[in-house]
């Protein structure tokens, strides 16, 4: 790394003290083009925002953050996005979240502060649902059924059955309606707002949403407890060696009799993804699990260190303990970001009819009256029956009916939608109305269209997420087309590598049988004597003591379960004390290392191989651009990211 020009270190200082203009200043540059502090640190912080197991340096992250920008100039010199399947890509995700984003409905604060004061409160519902029917026609009968509905649970009837009955929810048959405990963003704002706004117990009028009509009911409120960090102990609901339900009650006896959750975790839980560290479970907040049984249990933990008893979900056995609550931040910090939610979910819907305004403010429009007197005048008396059709002549393509800035819309264009307009309507107005609406209705979507293209110009955080697909589109056809393909089609060198590195992927020693402990060694040894003089068909029958816990495993050398001294070898092993405890092994199978054939860690190769050639890539981009790095601000960022 070259060193970039000289900066006072005293006057950085001070401009980090002062929290001004710091991210204006020039971390490093490639060639002539200037990257500055802000986009570095909002680079570093999304990347500590991450769960890892260990935390990158600044140093670290510069470097990778460096070689993407040198792919990216790299990728833009090769001119990949210049290529069809670049702009087709990059197009449809364009679209896709420009025809979802709302960037000029202006979000008012007493929606946020409604919002907000909602997710201080947890409510729990059961609905009857009614899909809404295809024609327009039959939307008053479903309506008319949903009244009835009400009618019959006001008169007495259990609402549970009448949802088993009625609704055209499919989980209803199964809970009766019952959608679980939620607060805000959960559901649709109208299913939202109508909950919140009845009384526990109180069933609703039909509630329309985009779904159907809801029929909903209250059936609970609390106090919002946050977020929550969590830990289990999960047993696979089938064993062959001993019932899994058996074994998790004699844990729990444990954990009463004062042992260490953690440990207890560690040595017999059988999540494959939190057992090695103690059984700790990502934070989550309500709604935020895939099962509602454990996210129940969790949130009816009172207290810091308490326990469930053993429950089952469809995932097994648990026992769940709260670590920490995490209560809600206060109002002034999480606005900004509840705005942004309010855009992108269904309250967005409240946000329409100002949006329309805006944008008739914000470009201009103007429609033509000749255009109008042309297509009044075409409109026969068939329109009404739906059998109009617009025939275009020669002049179709150069009249137009309106215009949005510089983009005009043709009699051609307009004929066709109003042909398919008069289709879509069951009952029509007036002719004159017809058209107006069809105007007023096709001038909105042309001012959608056309707005969507300046969003990267108006609202900063759209255009910043545009770039960043861009950039990440680019990445990867360039890693495909530089380090991914060839590696991946030279199976000359993934055999030559193979010969000359098999070592590297020898399979370890496994132990296969039934693993036996016990804080007692006296019971392991009673133990050992019984099944000792039992056939292997036997063991399975005995009845363990209270204190003994069996495991079916299969363990390589280096599990966290075995002692480093544990001898592979078939039969009964000693009795050793580890992890605060004593255990012993009937190993019935060892598996002995072994060298994997060549087909076996193909996979493994190709990556081991791509990693050597992003390196090699990354290196001759070094060499090929000018990298110089500002050291004295780089120094400043390390003091005051790495505190």
């Given at each position: 790394?070259?060193?970039?020009?000289?900066?006072?270190?005293?006057?950085?200082?001070?401009?980090?003290?002062?929290?001004?203009?710091?991210?204006?200043?020039?971390?490093?540059?490639?060639?002539?083009?200037?990257?500055?502090?802000?986009?570095?640190?909002?680079?570093?912080?999304?990347?500590?925002?991450?769960?890892?197991?260990?935390?990158?340096?600044?140093?670290?992250?510069?470097?990778?953050?460096?070689?993407?920008?040198?792919?990216?100039?790299?990728?833009?010199?090769?001119?990949?996005?210049?290529?069809?399947?670049?702009?087709?890509?990059?197009?449809?995700?364009?679209?896709?979240?420009?025809?979802?984003?709302?960037?000029?409905?202006?979000?008012?604060?007493?929606?946020?502060?409604?919002?907000?004061?909602?997710?201080?409160?947890?409510?729990?519902?059961?609905?009857?649902?009614?899909?809404?029917?295809?024609?327009?026609?039959?939307?008053?009968?479903?309506?008319?059924?949903?009244?009835?509905?009400?009618?019959?649970?006001?008169?007495?009837?259990?609402?549970?059955?009448?949802?088993?009955?009625?609704?055209?929810?499919?989980?209803?048959?199964?809970?009766?309606?019952?959608?679980?405990?939620?607060?805000?963003?959960?559901?649709?704002?109208?299913?939202?707002?109508?909950?919140?706004?009845?009384?526990?117990?109180?069933?609703?009028?039909?509630?329309?949403?985009?779904?159907?009509?809801?029929?909903?009911?209250?059936?609970?409120?609390?106090?919002?407890?946050?977020?929550?960090?969590?830990?289990?102990?999960?047993?696979?609901?089938?064993?062959?060696?001993?019932?899994?339900?058996?074994?998790?009650?004699?844990?729990?006896?444990?954990?009463?009799?004062?042992?260490?959750?953690?440990?207890?975790?560690?040595?017999?839980?059988?999540?494959?993804?939190?057992?090695?560290?103690?059984?700790?479970?990502?934070?989550?907040?309500?709604?935020?699990?895939?099962?509602?049984?454990?996210?129940?249990m969790s949130y009816e933990l009172e207290n810091e260190g308490d326990f469930t008893k053993p429950f089952k979900t469809r995932?097994?056995?648990?026992?769940?303990?709260?670590?920490?609550?995490?209560?809600?931040?206060?109002y002034e910090e999480v606005k900004d970001d509840y705005k942004k939610k309010l855009k992108s979910s269904s309250r967005s819907?409240?946000?329409?009819?100002?949006?329309?305004?805006?944008?008739?403010?914000?470009?201009?429009?103007?429609?033509?009256?000749?255009?109008?007197?042309?297509?009044?005048?075409?409109?026969?008396?068939?329109?009404?029956?739906?059998?109009?059709?617009?025939?275009?002549?020669?002049?179709?393509?150069?009249?137009?009916?309106?215009?949005?800035?510089?983009?005009?819309?043709?009699?051609?264009?307009?004929?066709?939608?109003?042909?398919?307009?008069?289709?879509?309507?069951?009952?029509?107005?007036?002719?004159?109305?017809?058209?107006?609406?069809?105007?007023?209705?096709?001038?909105?979507?042309?001012?959608?269209?056309?707005?969507?293209?300046?969003?990267?110009?108006?609202?900063?955080?759209?255009?910043?997420?545009?770039?960043?697909?861009?950039?990440?589109?680019?990445?990867?056809?360039?890693?495909?087309?530089?380090?991914?393909?060839?590696?991946?089609?030279?199976?000359?060198?993934?055999?030559?590598?193979?010969?000359?590195?098999?070592?590297?992927?020898?399979?370890?020693?496994?132990?296969?049988?039934?693993?036996?402990?016990?804080?007692?060694?006296?019971?392991?040894?009673?133990?050992?004597?019984e099944l000792g003089n039992r056939r292997n068909a036997d063991t399975l029958a005995i009845e363990m003591p209270d204190d003994?816990?069996?495991?079916?495993?299969?363990?390589?050398?280096?599990?966290?379960?075995?002692?480093?001294?544990?001898?592979?070898?078939?039969?009964?092993?000693?009795?050793?004390?580890?992890?605060?405890?004593?255990?012993?092994?009937?190993?019935?199978?060892?598996?002995?290392?072994?060298?994997?054939?060549?087909?076996?860690?193909?996979?493994?190769?190709?990556?081991?191989?791509?990693?050597?050639?992003?390196?090699?890539?990354?290196?001759?981009?070094?060499?090929?651009?000018?990298?110089?790095?500002?050291?004295?601000?780089?120094?400043?960022?390390?003091?005051?990211?790495?505190?």
């Open positions: 790394m070259k060193s970039l020009f000289s900066i006072c270190v005293c006057l950085i200082c001070f401009v980090f003290a002062t929290n001004a203009q710091v991210n204006n200043e020039v971390l490093f540059k490639i060639n002539n083009n200037e990257y500055k502090v802000e986009e570095f640190v909002n680079s570093y912080q999304k990347n500590a925002d991450l769960i890892t197991s260990t935390t990158e340096s600044v140093e670290d992250h510069l470097d990778r953050f460096i070689n993407f920008h040198l792919k990216l100039k790299s990728a833009h010199a090769h001119q990949l996005d210049t290529l069809p399947s670049f702009k087709k890509e990059f197009g449809r995700y364009y679209k896709q979240i420009a025809d979802n984003y709302i960037s000029n409905g202006e979000v008012t604060e007493a929606m946020v502060r409604e919002t907000y004061d909602r997710t201080k409160t947890e409510v729990r519902a059961s609905h009857i649902l009614l899909n809404l029917p295809k024609s327009e026609e039959d939307t008053m009968a479903v309506y008319q059924k949903a009244l009835m509905i009400k009618k019959r649970i006001e008169n007495g009837e259990d609402f549970e059955s009448l949802a088993k009955q009625f609704s055209d929810d499919p989980s209803a048959k199964v809970n009766g309606g019952d959608l679980n405990w939620f607060n805000t963003f959960k559901m649709v704002y109208e299913f939202e707002d109508a909950t919140y706004n009845l009384q526990v117990d109180e069933v609703s009028d039909p509630v329309k949403t985009d779904f159907g009509y809801h029929i909903i009911k209250k059936t609970g409120e609390r106090p919002s407890k946050g977020q929550l960090k969590t830990a289990h102990i999960m047993l696979l609901p089938s064993d062959s060696l001993q019932d899994p339900e058996v074994r998790i009650q004699k844990i729990y006896e444990r954990l009463q009799d004062g042992e260490d959750f953690h440990e207890l975790a560690i040595k017999y839980s059988q999540d494959p993804n939190t057992a090695s560290s103690g059984g700790y479970v990502s934070l989550f907040s309500l709604g935020g699990l895939n099962s509602k049984v454990y996210e129940n995932f097994g056995w648990h026992i769940v303990k709260l670590i920490e609550t995490i209560p809600l931040q206060p819907k409240l946000l329409v009819s100002k949006i329309k305004k805006d944008l008739e403010e914000l470009y201009e429009v103007e429609i033509y009256e000749d255009g109008e007197k042309h297509f009044l005048e075409l409109m026969s008396e068939n329109f009404a029956e739906g059998k109009w059709k617009y025939e275009a002549d020669e002049n179709s393509t150069s009249n137009y009916i309106f215009r949005v800035e510089e983009n005009k819309v043709d009699y051609k264009t307009f004929g066709e939608y109003l042909e398919r307009q008069q289709r879509s309507l069951s009952k029509l107005p007036a002719n004159k109305i017809v058209l107006q609406n069809a105007i007023d209705d096709l001038v909105y979507s042309e001012l959608l269209d056309y707005h969507k293209t300046k969003l990267p110009e108006i609202d900063k955080e759209f255009g910043k997420k545009i770039e960043e697909y861009k950039n990440g589109i680019l990445i990867f056809d360039y890693m495909r087309t530089k380090v991914w393909e060839p590696v991946s089609k030279d199976s000359l060198a993934q055999i030559e590598y193979y010969k000359n590195n098999k070592k590297e992927f020898t399979i370890p020693a496994k132990a296969k049988g039934q693993l036996y402990s016990s804080k007692d060694k006296k019971s392991l040894k009673a133990l050992k004597s003994i816990i069996a495991e079916e495993v299969t363990l390589a050398k280096d599990s966290q379960k075995l002692p480093k001294k544990f001898k592979f070898k078939e039969g009964w092993s000693k009795i050793y004390k580890h992890l605060d405890q004593f255990m012993i092994m009937n190993v019935i199978e060892v598996e002995i290392p072994r060298i994997p054939e060549f087909k076996e860690v193909n996979g493994k190769i190709i990556s081991i191989l791509q990693e050597e050639k992003e390196e090699h890539v990354i290196s001759e981009l070094r060499k090929n651009y000018d990298v110089l790095i500002n050291d004295e601000v780089l120094k400043i960022l390390k003091e005051e990211l790495e505190k």
